[in-house]
Structures are given as C-alpha cells and as structure tokens.
C-alpha cells in the first residue's frame, strides 16, 4: 500500500502539506507520492530517515548520487530491521553510478542485507560464505520476459 511507500529526492524525504501547497515535492509526479505533513525529523539526512520510518528494503535508481548508501545507511537497515534481513538495491548503472557497490553492502552488514543491484557486480567471500550479487532490474523492466521464463523453467534464454 502506498502508505508504506517513502520517496526521497535530493531534498530528502518528499513531504507535502495536507493543502499541498508546500513540501519538498519538485513536480506533480513527485507530488502525489509525498507524505501529508512536515517531518518532525531532518528527511534530508538518510541515515536518520530510515531510523524513522524504519523500512525493510531501499531502492536507488537513479544514479544521480553514486556511493549515497554508505556504511552508516547500510548499517543503519541493519540496525532498524533487527533480525530480518533488509534489502538494499542499487539499480543505478553503470557501476560507476551505483548507490553501493555489492562487496561494501555485504562487507559493511556482515553478509546480512540482500543485496540487488542493476549492473553486472563482483562477488564476495566473507567467512565460509559466497555472496553473489542477483542483477535484479531486469526482472522488473522486462518483467513479460521474465515471467515468461520463470513460468516454463526454461535453462536459457536466446539473444534472438
């Protein structure tokens, strides 16, 4: 539900009054996704956004702020998800524009956030485990296809 939904931009948290003649909404777009008041805390800082409204995953996509999901961000979704995993997708690319690079998110929460990222990323050993990051935007950018082959298993898709 949308109520569960919270969008940033680079002014932070979208708020808008219950009017919405004021928030930190750039557009109409933006707009409609805004939560209905002011935050009673600083929406422009990341790490203190989500000990607020504690979300179990964050999604970045649009490579606008490379490496915005730093150690502190990453520990944080740790600490706010207690002993549920979180979810960090940086969806950016290329790798260059990615939020987190998948080494630094697993390295950072000790292998315990799922990690989804939208360009080829390197794998990690951490202990005995292998961490391998999942190439996650074109599940839902083609989502049709990937049904698709999900649906009737198939081993591989052609190029043509």
Known sequence: ????????????????????????????????????????????DLVETIEHIRPTSIIGAVGRDPGCFDKRVVKAMVEVNGATRPGVFALSNPMTQAEVASTDCWKWSAGQAIYGSGTGMPALQLGDKTFCPGQVNNVYIFPGMSMGAISCQASTIPER
């Open 1 to 44: 539900p949308r109520s569960q939904l919270f969008a940033t931009n680079s002014k932070g948290l979208i708020w808008a009054s219950e009017d919405g003649s004021d928030g930190s909404f750039r557009n109409d777009e933006q707009k409609e996704f805004a939560r209905i008041g002011k935050p009673e805390f600083d929406g422009k």
